[in-house]
Structure formats: C-alpha cells, structure tokens
Nanobody, 124 residues
Framework: QVQVVESGGGLAQPGGSLRLSCVVS????????IGWIRQAPGKEREVVSC????????YYPRSMKGRFTISRDDSKRMVYLQMNSLNPEDTAVYYC?????????????????WGPGTQVTVSA
C-alpha cells in the first residue's frame, strides 16, 4: 500500500518562501509521477506542480511558473516544492499525491494516492 506524507507547511509573510516535502513509501512499482495539489478556502483543488519520477519532466500551470519549483531526491524517495514570492492567494492546504502513470497530469482526478495535506498560510 502506498503512503504519502507531506511536511513543511506553516506561516509565511507575503514575498516570503516555504519548502514543502513529501515522502512516498510502499508499493511504488506502478507509481511514476508525483504532484502537488492545493485547495484554497472556498475553491476547488488545483494542480500546482508535478514531476515524473522516470525522467524528471516537470509540469507547472502557467500561473505557477517562475515562483514554484518541484524537485526530487530519489535516494530518499522525497519530492519537494520550493515556493517563492508567496502571496496571500497562495494560502491553501497543499497535498502531495502520486500517480500510477509515468507522465504528469494537470487534472486533480489523475492522482491516485494522496497525503493528508499540510496548511500553508501567507499573511502579514
């Protein structure tokens, strides 16, 4: 069984940075891409980044490019999300989620294994 656990959330000031971490454990033979999905208060979940474990291909929605960077450490089975230039609109619960497929997906429904989420609050 695949388990996903996030960490690193917290409070940041506008313009500040946070780094989220995700560890994926369990049966990973069929798991390839890992993504970060967020849900802001009163809004639907949205994919903010994804990385293919096979070739490292990265996906970002246009609105996230340049501010968010996803990376991985295969030896530790860790995936990170570096978030810079944070603004209050980035306040959300951030979920790490793994896919069964090789390539990333821009669809929330494309992710199969989810962590419990970590809260990110951007406020002065």
């Amino acid at each position: 069984q695949v388990q996903v656990v996030e960490s690193g959330g917290g409070l940041a000031q506008p313009g500040g940075s946070l780094r989220l971490s995700c560890v994926v454990s369990g049966a990973l033979q069929e798991d390839r891409a890992i993504g970060w999905i967020r849900q802001a208060p009163g809004k639907e979940r949205e994919v903010v980044s994804c990385i293919s474990i096979d070739d490292g291909e990265e996906y970002y929605p246009r609105s996230m490019k340049g501010r968010f960077t996803i990376s991985r450490d295969d030896s530790k089975r860790m995936v990170y999300l570096q978030m810079n230039s944070l603004n209050p609109e980035d306040t959300a619960v951030y979920y790490c989620a793994a896919r069964r497929w090789l390539i990333c997906s821009s669809w929330v429904s494309g992710y199969d294994y989810w962590g419990p989420g970590t809260q990110v609050t951007v406020s002065a």
